[in-house]
């Protein structure tokens, strides 16, 4: 029987962890996409609450992230190591990424538009500060709707994505559970997987390309997962 996520995280409570805290798993990856990408990967840990009204400590660090990203580092922002490994990912995969913006850039372009990053609730919060301080994309699941680890694999025939019509176009790049797509690679999560007002765990997982390393992978869940857990 497949491990739970809590019982992959057990192994590894066990061990040092960075800053005292649970260090993320690395999730896996089928030997398809192994070869033909080399460097991809997806690491994930659980933060015990969901989501809620940010506290005024996140707030008040939006807005210094807000002063720190000014205008001329947007507009350099593509040029940077981790937001041009993903661009030049997303043209392998068949993605446009001046048209299908990678995280960073896309949290980049509503600060721009916005005059600032605006607080929305504590994991978008979460999500953007980890986003914007490390440039590695992050996503988020209802760690109770998801069993066992994670997994990036290309879809099989019959596969859906809960709340999408029709079935997924075999071989598309998809976030996995043991049982089920839960998201696209860089795009939808399945209808009811992500977090809602009544999730209680929150996983949260980091997807890395070839120029994305561990450690900055393991940094970018620790900012998140530190900005969520600085709620109570």
């Known amino acids: 029987m497949s491990e739970s996520i809590d ?4 192994e590894v409570e066990a061990r040092s962890a960075p800053r005292g805290e649970v ?6 990856v089928t030997a398809e996409l192994a070869d033909e990408f080399p460097g991809l990967g997806i690491r994930y840990l659980v933060v015990e609450r969901g989501s809620g009204r940010s506290p005024k400590a996140v707030k008040d660090r939006l807005r210094v992230l807000s ?8 507009i350099t922002l593509r040029q940077k190591p981790i937001p041009w490994a993903y661009r030049v990912f997303y043209r392998h995969i068949g993605l446009d990424p001046d048209r299908t913006l990678t995280p960073v850039e896309q949290a ?4 721009m538009k916005q005059g600032s990053f605006k607080s929305e609730n504590l994991l978008d919060d979460a999500l953007t500060i980890g986003i914007v301080e490390s440039g590695v994309a992050l996503r988020a699941f209802d760690a109770d709707k998801v069993s066992g680890g994670l997994a990036l694999r290309a879809s099989q025939p019959g596969e ?8 997924l176009d075999s071989g ?16 939808a999560t399945g209808e009811g997987l992500g977090v809602h007002p009544k999730t209680k765990r929150t ?3 980091a997807v890395l390309v070839k120029g ?12 998140a997962a530190t900005v969520m857990r600085s709620a109570g």
Not at 23 to 28: C, L, M, R
Not at 173 to 183: G, H, N, S
Request: hydrophobic fraction near 50%.
């Open 172 to 187: 598309t790049l998809v976030i996995a559970d043991e049982r089920r797509p839960l998201a696209l690679l860089f795009g």
């Open 160 to 167: 859906i994505l809960a709340g999408r019509p029709g079935e």
């Open 67 to 74: 002063n720190r990203f000014s205008g001329p580092q947007a």
């Open 212 to 223: 994305v390393s561990d450690i900055v992978a393991e940094e970018a869940l620790w900012i």
């Open 203 to 205: 996983l949260l997982a």
């Open 23 to 28: 260090e993320s798993v690395a999730g896996t």
């Open 108 to 111: 980049s372009l509503d600060r």
């Open 7 to 10: 019982d992959l995280l057990r």
